[in-house]
């Protein structure tokens, strides 16, 4: 389902005239841009925010690392075992040392596709339970789907399973760093996890927060268990947030472009609902208000046409 959906995605993208293609800011590296210093010793290369092409290498999320005096934990292994390599030649640059960690915030291909790199590495992978299931149904469809656009760039990138899984919370001493791998519920797509460092005060938010990039419905989401999960994300009260896509940023930010909009699209459906009105009408809901947001040409129609789907089964 994913891959119908990323294909989908990337057609539409490509068909759509207003759509341009980001510059890469990083022209040296197979990075879409250099990794920033979030707060001390956490760092992300942020991705683009449209769809992976050729051009971006796949790198259209952000890929962070954290660094101790006892080696490295990755966030997110790349798109590819090209991307993931490209991402490591930038940590050698900051540190001697080891990866020992890198864990996948869910099974979609741009958090796990080059975990196989990594792997040659002697990094463990960890992933959550419901991601290593979506990575064992889906990972050989979403390598297929990254090689349809990354061509020769996704050489030498093989699936693998996860080496550890967990279920709700999973914590890791990092040298002096208290890291806190948690899944707060069901949000945008299966095993959607966040990595927390109570003491830095940040939390890398994963796709369970969305702001410059408008957040897509897959099919499967489950969107009124997606804003009750962000609930539980918010309480943790960490004052810098680094989302799945997008610049680093706060708590106030993400709740406005992410449980802002989907309460917004679920009040409007409720309110088609109640007046006998049906999926052509939520196609025309107006969303200009989130017209700012990336992806939005790509994404709003049929955002509003799951939603409302997922809202009229529930009233049964």
Do not use: C
Not at 32 to 46: C, D, F, N, R
Not at 147 to 173: C, K, Q, W
């Amino acid at each position: 389902m994913r891959l119908l959906f990323l294909f989908s995605f990337l057609l539409s993208f490509s068909l759509n005239s207003t759509a341009e293609t980001e510059a890469d800011r990083y022209p040296e590296s197979e990075l879409y841009s250099k990794p920033v210093e979030v707060v001390k010793g956490v760092w992300t290369a942020i991705g683009a925010t449209q769809p992976p092409t050729s051009e971006n290498a796949g790198h259209n999320n952000n890929l962070s690392f954290i660094v101790s005096n006892d080696g490295v934990l990755v966030v997110n292994s790349g798109a590819s075992s090209f991307l993931a390599r490209a991402l490591h030649d930038e940590i050698k640059k900051l540190t001697d040392q080891p990866v020992r960690y890198v864990v996948l915030e869910n099974g979609q291909g741009h958090a796990m596709l080059g975990s196989n790199y990594w792997q040659k590495q002697g990094a463990k992978i960890i992933a959550h339970d419901d991601a290593i299931t979506e990575i064992e149904k889906y990972g050989a469809d979403e390598a297929e789907g990254m090689m349809a656009y990354n061509r020769d760039r996704g050489m030498d990138t093989t699936v693998i399973i996860p080496d550890i899984s967990f279920s709700e919370r999973l914590e890791i001493h990092l040298g002096g760093i208290l890291v806190e791998l948690i899944h707060f519920g069901s949000a945008h797509s299966a095993g959607d996890i966040s990595v927390y460092l109570p003491k830095q005060d940040v939390i890398i938010a994963g796709d369970i927060a969305f702001h410059q990039r408008m957040l897509p419905v897959f099919p499967e989401t489950k969107t009124l268990r997606w804003v009750e999960t962000f609930d539980l994300f918010v309480a943790t009260g960490a004052k810098h947030v680094i989302p799945g896509h997008g610049e680093p940023t706060d708590m106030m930010t993400v709740t406005a472009e992410t449980k802002g909009y989907l309460t917004f699209l679920q009040d409007h459906a409720r309110k088609l609902l109640d007046e006998d009105l049906g999926l052509e009408e939520a196609y025309e809901i107006d969303q200009s208000a989130y017209r700012h947001l990336d992806t939005f040409e790509e994404l709003a129609k049929k955002n509003a046409g799951r939603i409302f789907q997922e809202l009229e089964a529930d009233s049964f």
